[in-house]
Structures are given as structure tokens and as C-alpha cells.
């Protein structure tokens, strides 16, 4: 009785974790770089069944279900020409280190700015990092230009050069924010990449799927809150009546 109860908890925290990163992928449909995330679910405390003369191995019996990891949708995002000098779209392997709070972690929201030190920022404000190490100082915003290679001009003269690294497709990535990503364990950074200038990636987030997956999870909620609702009832009863479940 009291494994069906924990069963069915365990599902509505799985698919209320699913629930808010739907929402997060709905709410950066027009973030640049953007990639939409999915929870992977896996078996949660699975138990070994065996027979109980023999000790043989008959099966196993998971206690419930839980979100283990996120993943990154692989669907190619839109790439989209703005003809602004400041805008970069990375490659779909390649990502941009900028200096945060956390430290150095990595984008590919090429849509970067100057801030009032002239140092090259992203969007939201954090430094981007030169492949030597500290920020790039820019300069005024006229008269900049960004190559294939992040190489940084201001007026034709080189001012730095961003540090650009290479993940490949499928390697696991850990969230920090809309377009802040950390490299998950065993992921393979190597040094450079390729942008193209004057354009920004989309974000990849299909909202029809999306909206979808909220019925799904909306779904799968009101049958394991009902289950767990039948499992409360009939426990109460059992003990009303003096039984042991």
C-alpha cells in the first residue's frame, strides 16, 4: 500500500520537473541560442526479486520513477541574418565562453554588446572571454567587427580574439540559465570553433510540440494524483477498521 503511495509521488515530482522545464522552453521560444530541454526519466531505487526457497533471481521491481538528467533537444535551430556587426551565429558546435559570477561557462546566444568600459559583452552582460584569458576591450561599438574565427577588429585593428570552443552534438550540457550552459561529466571540450557573421541562431524550441507535452504532462499528473488519492482512501480505511496494510 505504501509503495503504490510513494510510486505515484514520485511520478507527480517527475512530471512537475518535466512541467517547469516546458515552460521554460516556451518562455525562451525567441531567446537566441536557445536549446529546449527534456527531463530523461529512469527507474528510480530499482529492487531485485528473488525466489524465496531457491534465492534465484526471478526479476526486478523499480520503487518509481525520477528525472535523472536533462537533455537538449537536437533539432537545428533557424539561423537568421541581422547584418549587425555585433551579432555572431556559432556553429551548431561550437559555443562562446563568457565570464560569469560561477566562473567561466559557455553560450551560443551570439548576440553581444559593448558595455560603457568598451569591454565586448553578451547580452545579458557577461564578459566574453579572450582566448588569453580576461575580457576583450573593445572600444567604442562603431567600428568593430567580429570574423569567422572570433577574431575582434575595431576600425581594422586586432583588440582580441574570443575564446571559442567545440562540444560535440550530444554531449551531455547542464543548464545555468536561459543560454548559460556548463559541460556535463565526460563531455569533450576542444579549443576553437566557427561563427557566422551578421547573424544570430534561433532558439530551436517548436512551440506545437511543446504545447503537446503540457497535455501529456497535465495527463499523467491528474491519473498519478488520483491514484495517490485511492491510495490515501483505502489506507485510511484499513486502518479505520483495525486492519494492517
Do not use: C
Amino acid at each position: 500500500m505504501l509503495r503504490g503511495l510513494y510510486e505515484s509521488a514520485g511520478a507527480l515530482k517527475a512530471l512537475q520537473q518535466a512541467q517547469t522545464l516546458v515552460t521554460d522552453n516556451i518562455a525562451n521560444d525567441k531567446t537566441p541560442g536557445y536549446r529546449a530541454e527534456r527531463p530523461v526519466f529512469a527507474s528510480f531505487l530499482p529492487i531485485t526479486l528473488t525466489e524465496s526457497t531457491s534465492g534465484q533471481v526471478v526479476g526486478s521491481y523499480a520503487l518509481g520513477v525520477d528525472s535523472t538528467a536533462i537533455a537538449r533537444s537536437p533539432a537545428p535551430p533557424a539561423l537568421t541574418v541581422t547584418g549587425q556587426a555585433l551579432d555572431v551565429a556559432p556553429a551548431p558546435t561550437t559555443w562562446i565562453a563568457v565570464r560569469t559570477l560561477h566562473g567561466l561557462q559557455y553560450t551560443q546566444n551570439g548576440q553581444l554588446a559593448v558595455n560603457p568600459q568598451g569591454i565586448l559583452t553578451t547580452a545579458s552582460g557577461h564578459p566574453v572571454e579572450s582566448v588569453g584569458g580576461g575580457s576583450i576591450v573593445a572600444g567604442p561599438a562603431a567600428g568593430i567587427a567580429i570574423g569567422a574565427n572570433g577574431t575582434v577588429t575595431q576600425n581594422g585593428r586586432a583588440v582580441g580574439r574570443m575564446r571559442l570552443v567545440t562540444i560535440a552534438l550530444g554531449q551531455r550540457m547542464t543548464s545555468t540559465g536561459p543560454d548559460l550552459w556548463l559541460p556535463g561529466k565526460g563531455a569533450v571540450v576542444t579549443r576553437g570553433g566557427q561563427l557566422t557573421p551578421g547573424a544570430l541562431l534561433g532558439s530551436n524550441v517548436n512551440l506545437a510540440n511543446q504545447a503537446a507535452w503540457l497535455i501529456q504532462i497535465a495527463s499523467g499528473f491528474q491519473a498519478n494524483a488520483e491514484t495517490a488519492n485511492t491510495q490515501v482512501t483505502t489506507f485510511t480505511d484499513l486502518l479505520q477498521n483495525g486492519l494492517t496494510p
